[in-house]
């Protein structure tokens, strides 16, 4: 559970530290001026698409009651995060393959806490459904049987009054 807990509380700060991560990579390893101007695009995109993932993950209900997320979500967020780390090394030759592996568990990482948000939502909405149909279950059995009505015919006879 403390993972879990852990990669909650990191979900908005990593998208600050890991692009900050990659412009400080690129201070310290030094690849080139082209790999920087790269970076000036990445950066602000990459950004978005940590605040996007956070917030869907975020939005689910059982993410903020538990404050914890769910554990595919941690092996989702474990890869990606560590494939950005590793890519600001700038290793020579890898370079381009850990892009495309970043991306692609990115891309992943999106869908899959899509898909876990709209199938809790869906069963929260079934949930609710079928509560309010037992309700109203309930309240017809606690109706007198139709026997018991007259039909909704009345007749009224008034009789006049004497006064003496």
């Known amino acids: 559970m403390f993972i879990r807990k852990a990669f909650y509380w990191w979900l908005f700060p990593s998208a600050v530290v890991l ?3 990659l412009l400080i990579g690129w201070a310290v390893f030094h690849p080139s001026g082209w790999a920087f ?8 995109i990459l950004f978005i698409a940590l605040l996007a993932v956070g917030g869907i993950i975020a939005a689910r209900k059982t993410v903020r ?28 030759g890898a370079t381009g393959w850990i892009a495309v592996l970043g991306v692609l568990l990115g891309l992943a990482t999106f869908w899959i806490s899509l898909w876990e948000l709209i199938t809790e939502a869906r069963m929260r909405v079934k949930q609710t459904f079928d509560a309010y149909e037992r309700a109203a279950q ?27």
């Open 19 to 21: 692009p900050v991560w």
């Open 37 to 44: 101007v790269g970076l000036l695009v990445l950066c602000p």
């Open 65 to 92: 009651d538990q404050r914890a997320v769910s554990w595919y979500d941690v092996g989702l967020l474990a890869a990606w995060h560590a494939t950005i780390v590793v890519f600001g090394c700038f290793i020579p």
């Open 138 to 164: 309930q309240q017809q059995v606690n109706r007198p049987p139709s026997g018991f009505t007259d039909g909704g015919e009345y007749i009224v006879i008034e009789e006049p009054r004497d006064d003496r």
